[in-house]
Structure formats: structure tokens, C-alpha cells
């Protein structure tokens, strides 16, 4: 009787073994910069929202990748108490994300034509959510077009959803005016203003005041991109970032004219070079020079 039991148990057993070694593994989760390759593989999965950023409509008109939905940037941009060009409210994003079909367990993989601002804008609005699953494309429109992939003029069919609200926003992530002037006299947190050097000098720029915050360190955030507009080495990006003191062990604030490109350098310390505290402060010098009391530098450093 019981040489039976063992029998059938190991039948049973084999089985399992035969099953599991057979079974199709699930695609592992892309890091948060993805190939074409990749995107390519998966641009038709249920889980994935391709999101179309570039600066245009005309351009998705043209030729996008497919499954891929149109966002212009400038739609996550809307004033908040008088200041042009902030975040958009949580209320209203998570209204954008369900039209678009996007819930929170969405892969959600954003295109510009390169790696530049703005892909990464709206990952930080999604960690501002607390979305875990975003990613870059890397190399962008323009790397898939010179791979040989496929574009589309067809839309997508997509079914709205509910994108939960969360109950509060997720910290670490955004800077607020009270932060940032706390940062100016702290000396622990590195301010990092990622406009071109003649604005951070003070010798152009649209704003009521021109300088910088003070305390504040340059880095331009196109001088993260290398060769085709695609981010540089990773060794070579964390070397030119110590060289300023922006390093991981410290927090960092980074800003630029109106909050938008400073994603870039957000998306490239937080997620290329893995620095753990990294916000932005989207006010950035648009906020700061509208306060008088505030005080602004100018000139070499």
C-alpha cells in the first residue's frame, strides 16, 4: 500500500518538476531607461502604455510607434496661485492617466524624439504618484526609426480606467519654496540649477530676476547627453556629478527655469546613477525670482 502512495507521488512530483522546467518564464521588468529591443518585444502586452511626448501632434500624425498614445508636454503644465507652468494637480492627472487606459499597475514607457526632458517629466509626475513602473525609451523616436522598427499612423483602441487617487502625495520626490530656502542656509543639501551657464550667471534669461539661487552649483542638463542626443556612460555621468559635490551620499534639489528640464537630471541621478534622495523643485527660478525678499546671485562661480 504504501510502495503504491509512493508511486503516485512521484508521478505527481515529476509532473511538477516536467511542468515548472517547461513553462514560459514572465518577461522580466525592464529597468527604468528600456531598449527598443525590449519595447519592441512588449509594445503589445496588456500591461504596457506607450506614451507618444514629442512636441507635436503633427509629429504622431507622421509616424509613431505602435500602440502608442499622444501626450503633449505642455498638458501636464498649469498654473498654480498666479505662477505659469507648474504640475499639474493630482485630481486631474490621475484623470489623464485613466483616459489614457493607465491604472496603477501599468508599465507605462514614455517617447520623446531622444532621451531629453521630456520623457522624463512624466516620470517624475508618476513618482510624484507613487507609480513604481515607468520607464524612459531610450534613445528615443529617433533610435527606433534607426533600428528598423516599425511606425504606425493608426490609434490605438484604448479603454478608459480608474487611476486610484493615492492619499497623499509621495515623498522625496518634489521640493517645495520652503525647502529650497531652507537648503540655501543648511549647507547638507546640494542645489543643482541645470540651465545653461549664461543664465545661471545671470547674463540671460527671460525671468524678473536673472542669477541663481544662492549656494546653487551648474551643470547644464544637456551635458548628460552624449552621441544621437542618448545619455552618456553611466562612469562618465557620476564622475563629472562628484566633481560639482552633487554625490549620493548627499541630498539633492535641482531646479532650472520653470521645472521642466530639471527632470532630466532627476531621472539621471535618481535612476541611471541611483542617487537615493533626489527631488525637484518645479517652482525652480521662475518662483524664486518672483519673491523680491528672496535673495539671487549672479556672476562667475
Request: proline share 8%; glycine share 8%.
Amino acid at each position: 500500500m504504501h510502495s503504491r502512495f509512493a508511486v503516485a507521488a512521484l508521478v505527481v512530483l515529476s509532473f511538477v518538476v516536467l511542468s515548472n522546467a517547461t513553462a514560459q518564464p514572465s518577461p522580466a521588468e525592464p529597468g527604468r531607461l528600456v531598449s527598443t529591443e525590449w519595447l519592441d518585444q512588449h509594445k503589445s502586452d496588456p500591461d504596457v502604455r506607450i506614451v507618444d511626448m514629442r512636441y507635436g501632434v503633427k509629429f504622431y500624425w507622421e509616424g509613431h510607434i505602435p500602440n502608442a498614445v499622444f501626450l503633449h508636454p505642455d498638458a501636464l503644465r498649469f498654473p498654480e496661485h498666479g505662477a505659469p507652468e507648474r504640475m499639474m494637480p493630482p485630481e486631474m492627472l490621475v484623470k489623464v492617466l485613466g483616459r489614457m487606459g493607465i491604472n496603477r499597475n501599468t508599465m507605462v514607457v514614455i517617447y520623446a524624439e531622444e532621451v531629453d526632458s521630456l520623457a522624463p517629466y512624466l516620470v517624475w509626475q508618476l513618482d510624484c504618484l507613487g507609480h513604481k513602473r515607468s520607464a524612459v525609451l531610450d534613445g528615443g523616436y529617433t533610435k527606433w526609426l534607426a533600428d528598423g522598427r516599425t511606425k504606425t499612423q493608426e490609434y490605438p483602441v484604448i479603454e478608459p480606467c480608474a487611476y486610484q487617487l493615492p492619499a497623499k502625495p509621495a515623498s522625496g520626490v518634489r521640493a517645495t519654496l520652503a525647502e529650497v530656502k531652507q537648503a540655501t542656509t543648511s549647507g547638507g543639501t546640494v542645489l543643482l540649477d541645470v540651465r545653461p551657464a549664461a543664465q545661471f550667471t545671470g547674463d540671460g534669461g527671460p525671468w524678473i530676476r536673472k542669477g541663481r539661487i544662492p549656494g546653487a552649483v551648474n551643470r547644464d542638463w544637456v551635458l548628460d547627453l552624449g552621441i544621437g542626443g542618448r545619455l552618456k556612460e553611466a562612469d562618465s555621468l557620476r564622475l563629472a556629478y562628484a566633481a560639482l559635490g552633487v554625490k549620493p551620499d548627499r541630498p539633492v534639489i535641482v531646479y532650472c527655469g520653470k521645472g521642466l528640464r530639471s527632470t532630466n537630471t532627476y531621472f539621471v541621478l535618481k535612476y541611471v546613477l541611483g542617487f537615493p534622495n533626489v527631488k525637484v523643485y518645479d517652482g525652480s527660478f521662475s518662483e524664486w525670482a518672483s519673491h523680491p525678499e528672496l535673495p539671487v546671485e549672479s556672476g562667475p562661480k
